[in-house]
């Protein structure tokens, strides 16, 4: 029996799995037409709009649908650098079709699994679910099986500079509806870039403007030493926050594993993971206790929600990273909509942050403190076309 008959054999199987076998399948399904029915999606141009300030990628079908993602200027490793997407790009996806997502992205292969994933698949991972959501009129994280319609939202701050700053913008998340606030301690003018004792003060001083009762999250963005971990972890523990995001570097496994054991506060870890296939070593051996990942790290959406599935298997919650432009905020959040082991979205401050004027839906919290998930079809914060031809200095192609 064919899969396209087995319907309901092929349901069962899309759902178990995250529709990371046939996305396409899981498209059609979701509005009662078979794969075969969805408009021609072969991939007709790849090109890129260079503005002043931003790129954005741009994926056509041959049936006119355009899927776009942000291709943002990343850190200096280059597993985070989009230089060359283009050419990549146009390498391997003129021709194919958008409903072979899982064989155009997958990381499958021994170099991908030995060195981790450049993000160019991710990117074109990305814009093919806004292609898939478009072709069938879904928001994507209806096709993955949505699970709920808002997200619980945390004000994600910058690195300010002083307690005094941590305080004024604690105070105002809250003004605004905040349920939950995150620190980003401040960067200081040391070899170390870290002054432990500020950091305790800003941990303090946010606590106590806060309330006792609002949520607070800590996020030292991997740069403690493992004794200063364990001083800032048993305070974290003291002053009841909920999360203790990359105290030590990624890759210091022995010292997670001691800072897990030895702090109550549960400890965040993932974003600077390059590979889906790494992440087991840090679950089996106990050095996370709540896995985070950057989509654009992990293969996309795609490598995002196998990620998504694994933790839930091991029974830890997942929440990933949201930082940058709606689009980055989109696909993440479409992940979170999706996977039942999430409480949270990370909002970058002010929530202006993620605004584009090329982009005509803004990201805000409602008056309870949730995201409302996005109505609009594929990543569903729509590019607004006119606004994106005045920015465009020149069309890459």
Known sequence: MSRLKASRRGFLRTAAIGVAA????????????????????????????????????SVVTASGIEGNYTLANRYFHPNWSNLGWLDYAKSVLPGKSAL????????WVPEKRRLGQLSYASAIDNCLWDILGKAVGLPVYRILGAYRDRVLAYASSQHLNTVEDFVADVKRCKAEGFKAY?????????PSRVDLKLDLEVSKAVRQAAGDDFMLLHDRVGAYTRHEAMIMGRLLDELNYVAYEDPLPTKDIEGLVEVCRAVDTPVHIGEFIFSIYDFPEYIRRGALDVVRFIVDNVGGITGGMKLAHLSECFGLECVPHNWGDALDHAVHFHCELAMPNNVWIELTQPQTASDRPYIKDRIRIDKDGYVPAPVKPGLGYEVDHAALDKLTKRIER
């Open 100 to 107: 072979d997502l899982p064989a155009i992205t997958s990381q």
């Open 22 to 57: 046939d996305p396409a399948l899981a498209a059609a399904q979701a509005v009662g037409i078979k794969r075969g029915d969805l408009p021609d999606l072969t991939v007709k141009e790849v090109k890129v709009y260079v503005m002043e300030r931003w790129q954005l990628a």
């Open 182 to 190: 995150k620190i980003h301690p401040p960067w200081v003018n040391t």
